[in-house]
């Protein structure tokens, strides 16, 4: 089973930043370094969302605002993908939690099959 570990979140006010880390666990069948990751979200009373993705070369792609305020990156070696927020703002309050499929190398979304860590909470006050 692969374990995906958040940490970093925690309460800031409006304009405040945090960097999310997610570290990997790998098991035979996972390689990470050829593993697009992704940081979703999700906050009470709504449902999950993509925040951005990073393929296994480092190709990113984001959902939503996330693209003018967060930056998604890796390390392969260390096996660990990151997710800087800056200008955070209330509505970014939620859970965050790293994801990847569980089956071949395609990237994560809310419909398929994935590995899901168990989410590093995200407070932003005003």
């Known amino acids: 089973q692969v374990q995906l570990v958040e940490s970093g979140g925690g309460s800031v006010q409006a304009g405040g930043s945090l960097r999310l880390s997610c570290a990997v666990a790998?098991?035979?069948?996972?390689?990470?370094?050829?593993?697009?990751m992704g940081w979703f979200r999700q906050a009470p009373g709504k449902e999950r969302e993509g925040v951005a993705i990073?393929?296994?070369?480092?190709?990113?792609t984001y959902f939503g605002d996330s693209v003018d305020r967060f930056t998604i990156a890796r390390d392969n070696a260390k096996k660990t993908v990151y997710l800087q927020m800056n200008n955070l703002s209330p509505e970014d309050t939620a859970m965050y939690h790293c994801?990847?499929?569980?089956?071949?190398?395609?990237?994560?979304?809310?419909?398929?099959?994935?590995?899901w860590g168990q989410g590093t909470q995200v407070t932003v006050s005003s």
């Open positions: 994801v990847a499929v569980k089956y071949g190398d395609g990237c994560p979304t809310v419909h398929t099959d994935n590995y």
């Open positions: 790998e098991y035979t069948g996972f390689t990470f370094s050829s593993k697009c």
């Open positions: 990073i393929y296994g070369d480092g190709i990113t």
